[in-house]
């Protein structure tokens, strides 16, 4: 079975603070791990995926599989990236688990 | 493109009425998802097709059904409501192309009293 753990509810910082969302998952094969973005009222949309290694919008993720985690970096918050964050899992079998999301508030 | 789309946006229901939740995505997607959003559970599937005329059960299918009769659209229905399906609901889509990327329609929202 795949899991995702996203053991922060809320997150609260300040303007220019550096941020870190924790996502750990458990899977027994290669994983495709996701990153969705949620701001106010709006749909999710893909943030970034670990395969591309990509920085969006000053965001990183970095897959670390001896610790099976796939956390979200920011260095320098800003506060139009206050929104919830969703890490995601994809097992190859197009049936994701999303984890239940961190709530990120960045404060003036 | 629209991406994916749902009707309605907004809707109040009496305990006991039947809705339809109606998905629909123009990107030829062979998948589709629907998903509850509730505080502090994330997203949870529903239901999920993985192609015209097939569906199967998520993590939280219990008082739902769905359709897939066109591979464009996937319906979400509700034939009793019930105070516990307060929430909202999210469509998605995706495709072997997009590499497990789920794209979102701008969810539902629904309260039943």
């Known amino acids: 079975a795949q899991r995702v753990t996203q053991p922060e509810k809320l997150l609260s910082v300040f303007k220019g603070a550096p941020v870190e969302l924790k996502c750990n998952y458990s899977?027994?094969?290669?994983?495709?791990l996701f990153w969705y973005v949620q701001y106010s009222r709006q749909r999710l949309q893909l943030l970034l995926r670990?395969?591309s290694r990509e920085s969006i919008k000053g965001f990183t993720a970095d897959l670390n599989k001896g610790e099976t985690s796939f956390h979200l970096k920011k260095p320098f918050a800003q506060e139009e990236d206050s929104a919830m964050y969703y890490c995601?899992?994809?097992?190859?079998?197009?049936?994701?688990?999303f984890g239940r999301g961190t709530s990120l508030i960045v404060h003036p | 493109n629209a991406g994916v789309t749902q009707t309605p946006k907004f809707r109040v229901l009496k305990t006991g009425q039947s809705m339809t939740l109606l998905c629909a995505q123009d990107?030829?997607?062979?998948?589709m998802y629907w998903y509850r959003q509730d505080p502090g559970m994330g997203l949870r599937l529903i239901h999920y097709?993985?192609?015209?005329?097939?569906?199967a059960k998520g993590e939280v299918p219990d008082g739902y059904n769905v359709s897939r009769l066109k591979k464009q659209n996937f319906l979400l229905g509700l034939e009793s409501a019930a105070p516990s399906q307060t929430s909202v609901y999210f469509c998605a889509s995706s495709s072997i192309s997009s590499g497990d990327e789920q794209f979102f329609g701008p969810g539902t929202r629904l309260t039943v009293l």
């Open positions: 990107m030829n997607h062979e998948y």
């Open positions: 995601a899992l994809s097992g190859g079998s197009y049936i994701p688990t």
């Open positions: 899977y027994s094969g290669s994983p495709e």
């Open positions: 097709s993985v192609g015209e005329g097939t569906t």
């Open positions: 670990h395969i």
